[in-house]
Nanobody, 123 residues
C-alpha cells in the first residue's frame, strides 16, 4: 500500500522559511513524478511545483525563486524548501505521486496523495 506522509508545516511570520517533507512508502516501481499542491478553504487546489524522476523541476510563477523542490531518492523523501514566505502562501500543502517518470500538467493524473500539512504565514 502506497502511503505519502507530509510533515514540517507550522506557523511562521512573513519573510520566514519552512521546509516541508513528504515520506513515501510502499511504492516499488522506482520512477515517478512528485509534486506539491496547496489549497485554501473555499478555493481550488493549486499546483505549486513538481519534480520528475530525472530531476527536472517546474514551479508555479507565484513561488518561483522562493520555493525549491527536491528529493532524496535513497530515502524516498520529497522536500519543499519555502523561503521569503508571505501571507498568500498560507494553505494546506499536499504532496502527490504520479507513477510515470515525467510530470504531466494535470492534477487528475496523480494517483497517490498525502493527508496534508498546514502552513500559516502571519504578517
Amino acid at each position: 500500500q502506497v502511503q505519502l506522509v507530509e510533515s514540517g508545516g507550522g506557523s511562521v511570520q512573513a519573510g520566514g522559511s519552512l521546509r516541508l517533507s513528504c515520506a513515501v512508502s510502499g511504492y516499488t516501481a522506482g520512477t515517478y513524478c512528485m509534486a506539491w499542491f496547496r489549497q485554501v478553504p473555499g478555493k481550488e487546489r493549486e499546483w505549486v511545483a513538481d519534480i520528475a524522476s530525472a530531476g527536472n523541476t517546474n514551479y508555479a510563477d507565484s513561488v518561483k525563486g522562493r520555493f525549491t523542490i527536491s528529493k532524496a531518492n535513497a530515502k524516498d523523501i520529497l522536500y519543499l524548501q519555502m523561503n521569503t514566505l508571505n501571507t498568500e502562501d498560507t494553505a494546506m500543502y499536499y504532496c502527490a505521486l504520479d507513477r510515470v517518470p515525467w510530470c504531466r500538467p494535470s492534477e487528475a493524473t496523480f494517483q497517490y496523495w498525502g493527508q496534508g500539512t498546514q502552513v500559516t504565514v502571519s504578517s
